[in-house]
């Protein structure tokens, strides 16, 4: 699937980028992110790049999709997230509604 994000390349270097999202996994979701807001953790990896201690050294290869406080519609849910979410919630359908909280963070690569 075609996907379209605004994604870190380098310190002050900023592009929305065209790519291919790889399948979803099991238990994953996939979100059509309709709204996403810029706190100031993403503003400071946006200046220093992989200086910003959450920026991964290769960025440059492989490119950070920013934002990290979004909301969004599902639009593709595979099991078992279609029983159960991680924290024992009920299912999570496509066409529901999806936000993340701002203290949601990527596990460490």
Same mark, same amino acid.
């Given at each position: 699937?075609?996907?379209?994000? @605004?994604? @870190? ?20 979701? @996939?979100?059509? /992110?309709?709204?996403?807001?810029? %706190?100031? *953790? ?5 200046? @220093? $790049?992989? $200086? ?14 920013? $934002? ?6 599902? /639009?593709?849910? *595979? ?7 991680? %924290? $024992? ?5 496509? *066409? ?8 949601? *963070? %990527?596990?460490?690569?």
């Amino acid at each position: 699937m075609e996907a379209k994000a @605004l994604r @870190l390349h380098a310190a002050n270097d900023l592009r929305v980028d065209t790519f291919e999202l790889p399948p979803i996994k099991e238990d994953e979701i @996939l979100v059509k /992110v309709v709204s996403d807001s810029i %706190c100031m *953790s993403t503003y400071k990896c946006a200046i @220093l $790049g992989t $200086g910003h201690k959450r920026v991964h050294p290769d960025v440059a290869e492989h490119p950070a999709i920013m $934002g990290h406080e979004f909301a969004g519609d599902i /639009v593709e849910a *595979s099991p078992p997230s279609t029983t159960r979410a991680p %924290c $024992g919630a009920p299912a999570t359908p496509t *066409s529901s509604a999806a936000a993340t909280p701002p203290t949601a *963070s %990527c596990p460490p690569r």
